[in-house]
């Protein structure tokens, strides 16, 4: 209003007339909210002084649209492309003090999402709401401090704000609440029945982040048999899955898995205790008498406490293979993605 005034200096005086687009109130000149044309934005008018919306609040439809500000300034729904098994699901900012975490589901032996055969173009996201509907809806994700998990498998959920599961094998989990430790894990199981085996993934993460992009691992009770007898049954009757197994995959800065590596435990290789696979492809199928990894990456590891896991071999120039807390729990499959890094911790890039 002071610079409104500074302007129209004259026409502010008591008992002078008001320039055009205000109007004089007790002896002042005020905008006019009929005129409205310079003042406001498009899609919005003066009301009370203020510039408010023309039309009620956008709401978009969380799991096809997001709100966007188009090139008039007005909030529109823009579709995501989410119709797809193609696109990433949605994923909701957190609160402070929470974590949202979303990403798909993984067949540990096939190195494939799990989705339904007929998912890949759906008319629309189709969330899971029964076994019934198959392939990732017979699995269902729950969500731990991953420390406490390493001391007690039958430690509580943490609260959070529900999981989604669809048919393409998308999930999120919202407003988690993150534990002191930052140490988050994320574990994979049945709805209903016996066929798979708890398996899990664990990071850390921090306040308000929105972790996108993650990569679950399911894994079959007849997947842990196969290793088990192709390795000439060392536990039996138990299974890998059984005993408790660190699954390490260990992959380029292309994400090409990596032969010739040594999983590693407190800085040390096991040769007692690793186990390694001879199959050409990325499929995890074949265990072998082989003491390093073959063409698919990957790394078994029994009997290991809680501690650093990395590896040895196979790294490029100046980066190491990326470390990180693992343990093997009987009855539990933990899967970890290994990285190269550089002398900063960061992902090394492609020569």
């Known amino acids: 209003m002071v610079a409104a005034c500074a302007?129209?200096?004259?026409?502010?005086?008591?008992?002078?007339?008001?320039?055009?687009?205000?109007?004089?109130?007790?002896?002042?000149?005020?905008?006019?909210?009929?005129?409205?044309?310079t003042r406001c934005g498009p899609g919005t008018h003066l009301e009370g002084g203020v510039c408010v919306p023309d039309l009620p609040p956008t709401i978009c439809e969380?799991?096809?649209?997001?709100?966007?500000?188009?090139?008039?300034?007005?909030?529109?729904?823009?579709?995501?492309?989410?119709?797809?098994?193609?696109?990433?699901?949605?994923?909701?900012?957190?609160?402070?003090?929470?974590?949202?975490i979303c990403g798909r589901l993984w067949d540990i032996e096939t190195q494939l999402p799990i989705q339904n055969g007929d998912a890949e173009t759906p008319a629309q996201p189709i969330v899971c709401a029964s076994v019934d509907q198959g392939g990732p809806c017979t699995r269902e994700v729950r969500v731990y401090d991953a420390l406490a998990f390493a001391s007690n498998p039958d430690t509580p959920q943490l609260p959070n704000d529900g999981v989604v599961?669809?048919?393409?094998?998308?999930f999120k989990i919202d407003n988690v609440m993150l534990p002191f430790s930052g140490a988050i894990g994320v574990a994979v199981d049945d709805v209903q029945g016996d066929d798979y085996a708890t398996t899990g993934i664990a990071f850390f993460a921090d306040s308000g982040e929105r972790r996108t992009q993650t990569r679950a691992y399911s894994t079959t009770h007849a997947t842990a048999q196969i290793w088990t007898d192709t390795a000439n049954p060392p536990f039996a009757?138990?299974?890998?899955?059984?005993?408790?197994?660190?699954?390490?995959?260990?992959?380029?800065?292309?994400?090409?898995?990596?032969?010739?590596?040594?999983?590693?435990?407190?800085?040390?290789?096991?040769?007692?205790?690793?186990?390694y696979?001879?199959?050409?492809?990325?499929?995890?199928t074949t265990v072998d008498t082989r003491d390093a990894t073959g063409p698919n990456g990957a790394a078994l590891l029994v009997s290991s406490s809680l501690g650093e896991h990395s590896g040895t071999g196979g790294e490029l120039?100046?980066?190491?293979?990326?470390?990180?807390?693992?343990?093997?729990?009987?009855?539990?499959?933990?899967?970890?993605?290994?990285?190269?890094?550089?002398?900063s911790d960061k992902p090394c890039v492609a020569e």
């Open 7 to 37: 302007i129209l200096a004259s026409a502010c005086l008591p008992g002078v007339e008001c320039d055009e687009g205000t109007i004089e109130v007790g002896g002042q000149c005020k905008f006019d909210g009929a005129f409205n044309d």
């Open 277 to 284: 696979f001879a199959d050409e492809d990325e499929q995890l």
């Open 237 to 275: 009757p138990a299974t890998f899955a059984e005993k408790g197994v660190i699954v390490a995959i260990f992959r380029d800065p292309d994400g090409v898995p990596v032969e010739g590596v040594k999983i590693t435990a407190s800085g040390g290789t096991r040769p007692a205790d690793d186990y």
């Open 165 to 170: 599961i669809d048919e393409c094998g998308r």
């Open 62 to 100: 969380e799991e096809t649209t997001e709100e966007v500000v188009n090139k008039d300034g007005v909030i529109v729904c823009e579709g995501t492309g989410t119709d797809t098994c193609a696109a990433e699901i949605k994923c909701p900012s957190p609160r402070a003090g929470r974590v949202s």
């Open 317 to 343: 120039f100046g980066c190491t293979w990326q470390s990180a807390l693992a343990i093997a729990i009987p009855g539990v499959v933990f899967a970890q993605d290994k990285v190269l890094v550089d002398a």
